[in-house]
T-cell receptor, first 112, second 112 residues
Framework: AQTVTQSQPEMSVQEAETVTLSCTYD???????LFWYKQPPSRQMILVIR??????QNATENRFSVNFQKAAKSFSLKISDSQLGDTAMYFC?????????FGQGTRLTINP | EAQVTQNPRYLITVTGKKLTVTCSQNMNHEYMSWYRQDPGLGLRQIYY???????DKGDVPEGYKVSRKEKRNFPLILESPSPNQTSLYFCASSYGDSYEQYFGPGTRLTVT
């Protein structure tokens, strides 16, 4: 079975600062993917970034990057130069048998 | 435009009154899934379907039914809704084993 844990229910930073969201996971899969999804107030689930476990290089997408520590089963998301539009719930996820397994979510607020 | 659609977006109903939430995708995806989102619990899978006429239970299937008569449609049926089914529901689809799921806009259901 897979589990995903996000230990920060809420975070708040000032605009333009850098913020890191934490995620730990456990999985029995030998090859797997990890994801960060963003859910803004519109409630739409938006894929932010994806990491393939067999790739050692950390994934990046513009201002979003991950710190993937496979041995520690850690998958944190770093948002650089944060913007007001980054205000949202963020979910870490991995895949199980025919499903995504999500963490509890971190509510991130960017203050002007 | 590639998308997953859900209807209705908002629904308020009473205990015991049967309802159906529709889901449709235009990407010819084999795999479709339903999730419910509750505060502090993230998203949890209700049911999934790997192709037409192939469905199976997810983690929280009690009180729900699904059907997959056409590849593009995957309706969620609550035959006798109860207040503990008040939640935010998401439909998602993907190509077989790609694991990247495309989410619908969500349906906010309230059962009184």
């Amino acid at each position: 079975a897979q589990t995903v844990t996000q230990s920060q229910p809420e975070m708040s930073v000032q605009e333009a600062e850098t913020v890191t969201l934490s995620c730990t996971y456990d999985t029995s899969e030998s090859n797997y993917y990890l994801f960060w999804y963003k859910q803004p107030p519109s409630r739409q689930m938006i894929l932010v970034i994806r990491q393939e476990a067999y790739k050692q290089q950390n994934a990046t997408e513009n201002r979003f990057s991950v710190n993937f520590q496979k041995a520690a089963k850690s998958f944190s998301l770093k948002i650089s130069d944060s913007q007001l539009g980054d205000t949202a719930m963020y979910f870490c996820a991995t895949h199980g048998a025919q499903k995504l397994v999500f963490g509890q979510g971190t509510r991130l607020t960017i203050n002007p | 435009e590639a998308q997953v659609t859900q209807n209705p977006r908002y629904l308020i109903t009473v205990t015991g009154k049967k309802l159906t939430v529709t889901c449709s995708q235009n990407m010819n995806h084999e795999y479709m899934s339903w999730y419910r989102q509750d505060p502090g619990l993230g998203l949890r899978q209700i049911y999934y379907s790997m192709n037409v006429e192939v469905t199976d239970k997810g983690d929280v299937p009690e009180g729900y039914k699904v059907s997959r008569k056409e590849k593009r449609n995957f309706p969620l049926i609550l035959e006798s809704p109860s207040p503990n089914q008040t939640s935010l529901y998401f439909c998602a689809s993907s190509y077989g084993d790609s694991y990247e799921q495309y989410f619908g806009p969500g349906t906010r259901l309230t059962v009184t």
